[in-house]
C-alpha cells in the first residue's frame, strides 16, 4: 500500500453495480495516472433517505462480484462499517488519516459539481483532495463556476474526458421489475446474483 499515492474515489449506492461504473472508472484511472480507484459504497448516504434500496451487505457482495479481475478497482467498506449518516468530508479525513503521504481524487458527475455548494462544508472537502468531474448527459459545467462562492475552488477541479454514463443504475432495477433484459449492461456474475436473490423483483 506505501507504493500506492494516486488514488481515485468513488461513492455511491452501487444499486446494482453495472458495466457503466466499470468502465468510468477505467477511464478516470487512465486519465488522472491513478495507482488505484476505490469503490466506496455508502450504508446510509443522507440525500437518499427514506428510498428504497437494497440492503448494504447485497451491494458489498455485488461489488465485490464487479470488481473480480479489474485490477487497481478495491472495494471499500469504510462508508459501510461506520455509523452514518456519511458525508462526504468525513470520508476524505478518515483516508487521507491512513494514507497521508497519498494524493486523492473525489470522483464525481458534473451533476453534483453544480450542486458541490450545497454540500457539507465543501471547501473543506476540497482541500483534502481534487475534485475529478466527469460528464452528464445533459449537463454543462465549467471549473470555475462555483468560484465567486468557494473561492479557489477552481484549482482543485480536473475535468475528465470521458463518455457519459449511457444509463444509470434506478434504469437498470425499472428494467429489472418490469422483466427486461439488463444482459450487456450489468456484469454476468452480478446478474446472477440478482436473479438467485430475487432482488429488485416488484
Not at 453495480?17 to 472508472?25: E, G, K, S
Not at 491512513?98 to 470522483?107: E, H, L, N, T
Request: glycine share 8%; net charge neutral; proline share 9%.
Amino acid at each position: 500500500m506505501n507504493a500506492v499515492k494516486r488514488i481515485g474515489v468513488l461513492g455511491g449506492t452501487f444499486d446494482p453495480p453495472h458495466c457503466a461504473h466499470l468502465a468510468l472508472a477505467r477511464a478516470v484511472r487512465d486519465a488522472l495516472n491513478l495507482d488505484r480507484l476505490l469503490f466506496l459504497p455508502a450504508a446510509d448516504p443522507p440525500h437518499k433517505r427514506g428510498k428504497d434500496m437494497s440492503p448494504a451487505s447485497a451491494r458489498l457482495e455485488m461489488l465485490e462480484l464487479a470488481l473480480a479481475g479489474h485490477a487497481g478497482m478495491c472495494l471499500s467498506r469504510l462508508d459501510v462499517d461506520r455509523p452514518g449518516p456519511q458525508y462526504s468530508l468525513d470520508t476524505m479525513k478518515l483516508l487521507r488519516r491512513d494514507r497521508p503521504a497519498a494524493s486523492f481524487w473525489f470522483v464525481m458527475g458534473a451533476d453534483s459539481l453544480c450542486d458541490f455548494p450545497a454540500w457539507y462544508r465543501p471547501l473543506e472537502l476540497a482541500s483534502l483532495c481534487r475534485l475529478a468531474v466527469v460528464p452528464r448527459p445533459g449537463v454543462c459545467v465549467q471549473p470555475d463556476m462555483h468560484e465567486a462562492a468557494l473561492p479557489g475552488l477552481t484549482g482543485r477541479v480536473d475535468m475528465v474526458d470521458c463518455a457519459a454514463l449511457p444509463h444509470a443504475s434506478r434504469d437498470i432495477v425499472e428494467s429489472l421489475r418490469a422483466g427486461g433484459d439488463v444482459s450487456g449492461l450489468v456484469p454476468p456474475a452480478v446478474l446472477d446474483y440478482i436473479a438467485a436473490r430475487g432482488l429488485y423483483r416488484v
